[in-house]
Nanobody
Framework: QVQLVESGGGLVQPGGSLRLSCAAS????????MAWYRQTPGKQRELVAS???????NYTDSVKGRFTISRDNAKNTVYLQMNSLKPEDTAVYYC???????????????WGQGTQVTVSS
């Protein structure tokens, strides 16, 4: 089994910053893409940013220039640095990892439990 544990959410004022972390653990053979999604009540979960094992990144338009995704392959950890936060960034943020556990070539999607980010004055 593979588990994802997120940390770093919280309450921040508009214009502030937060850094989210997500560490994968368990019977991991390899992790390919890691990503952050977010969801607000009544809306579908949306992709915020993703990063490949080689470091190629992708961002949704609304966070370009404000958020930075990075990862440490040795630690199976992904980060999301969020700057210039806006009230519309308020959501539950979920970590996602796509990879294979030990002893299989099958690829699975794994999800964290979610961490609340609230941007409010």
């Amino acid at each position: 089994q593979v588990q994802l544990v997120e940390s770093g959410g919280g309450l921040v004022q508009p214009g502030g910053s937060l850094r989210l972390s997500c560490a994968a653990s368990g019977s991991i053979r390899i992790i390919y893409t890691m990503a952050w999604y977010r969801q607000t009540p009544g809306k579908q979960r949306e992709l915020v940013a993703s990063i490949t094992r080689g470091g190629n990144t992708n961002y949704t338009d609304s966070v370009k220039g404000r958020f930075t995704i990075s990862r440490d392959n040795a630690k199976n950890t992904v980060y999301l640095q969020m700057n210039s936060l806006k009230p519309e960034d308020t959501a539950v943020y979920y970590c996602n990892a796509r990879g294979s556990p030990i002893a299989t070539q099958r690829v699975y999607d794994y999800w964290g439990q979610g961490t609340q980010v609230t941007v409010s004055s």
